[in-house]
């Protein structure tokens, strides 16, 4: 959450016995700064899969499980990368892109305060804190072929009314 403030005001001087009685400071303000900090975290459940159906969850998380207040959003962009070397075509890579999307997209959808627009990951009041999950399988595509390794990470963290957010390491 932002800043929230709040003021304690005194109002309706009187006195017994013709007592002349006012009120100096009548009021005064004092402000809450929120320490919860959105620290954003990505985990898989195992390093190494098999073609053929083999599938990694993954989840994206808050330290801490921190929500958004009513109104406040944070984000992350969230993203498949291919690691160097890998001599994945442009068709293949497509394809690759879109199974990660579709994966990302059906779980955001079945997820309550989380929406995906391809390319970020917005998680609003509604979101309980929960690890948002994710799964991709490992297509067999019949080719003898070497390691092919990727990564999916996160980056362009975001919050609403200044939250302070980062990514974790």
């Known amino acids: 959450e932002g800043l929230e403030d ?25 402000e809450i700064t929120d320490n919860d900090a959105v620290v954003f ?3 898989q459940t195992t390093p190494t899969i098999t073609e053929g159906g083999a599938a990694n969850t993954y989840s994206v998380s808050t330290t801490g499980n921190v929500t958004p207040g009513v109104g406040q959003t944070f984000q992350v962009d969230l993203s498949l990368v291919l690691a160097n070397g890998n001599g ?4 293949e890579l497509a394809d690759l892109n879109e199974v990660f999307s579709t994966a990302v997209g059906t ?12 390319t970020a990951l917005t998680f609003d009041e509604n979101w309980d804190g929960t690890p948002f999950t994710f799964t991709l399988s490992a297509f067999d595509d019949n ?7 990727y990564n999916v990470e996160i980056s362009n963290e975001q919050a609403t009314n200044g939250i302070s957010v980062s990514i974790g390491t």
């Open 6 to 30: 709040y003021n304690v005001e005194i109002s309706n001087e009187q006195a017994t016995n013709g007592i002349s009685v006012s009120i100096g400071t009548g009021e005064v303000t004092t």
């Open 41 to 43: 975290n990505i985990a």
């Open 88 to 91: 994945v075509d442009d068709a």
């Open 107 to 118: 779980a955001a959808a079945a997820t309550t305060g989380v929406s995906w627009d391809g």
């Open 143 to 149: 080719l003898t072929e070497g390691l092919e390794d």
